[in-house]
């Protein structure tokens, strides 16, 4: 994708972050009421994950302080109990004026569907 003539790439760099930390938020509010769901403090996630989850790491994540990666959300999805899908947001923000899916399940339906969610875990 290559920035419009009148947008410099420091701005394209900058919109990147700014959505970066836009979806960090929204997955760390998802973290954060899914594993209030199911009843644990972030000390129980710490101790049913034998430390793996620090209580400060998991705050920063559900915070949006802290950028999860894929294998680290597949790990917390299989300590709730869930679906990793249910920790993504179910909206996701637009990006700078183009057209784009509104949900996770617009935006990865090619791929999803040759793989139905009882497959993944």
Not at 4 to 11: H, N, R, Y
Not at 51 to 80: M, N
Request: aromatic letters at 4%; hydrophobic letters at 35%; proline letters at 7%.
């Amino acid at each position: 994708m290559e920035p419009d003539a009148g947008i410099s790439e420091v701005d394209v760099r900058s919109a990147r972050r700014r959505r970066s930390a836009e979806l960090d938020a929204l997955v760390g509010e998802r973290l954060r009421a899914v594993r209030r769901q199911r009843r644990l403090s972030l000390a129980d996630v710490e101790a049913v994950s034998g430390g793996e989850f620090r209580t400060s790491i998991l705050g920063a994540y559900e915070r949006g302080q802290r950028g999860l990666r894929v294998h680290r959300l597949l790990r917390l999805a299989e300590i709730y109990g869930v679906h990793p899908a249910a920790l993504l947001p179910q909206e996701l923000p637009v990006s700078g004026g183009r057209e784009s899916p509104r949900t996770p399940s617009e935006a990865w339906t090619p791929a999803s569907s040759n793989f139905p969610p009882e497959a993944v875990l």
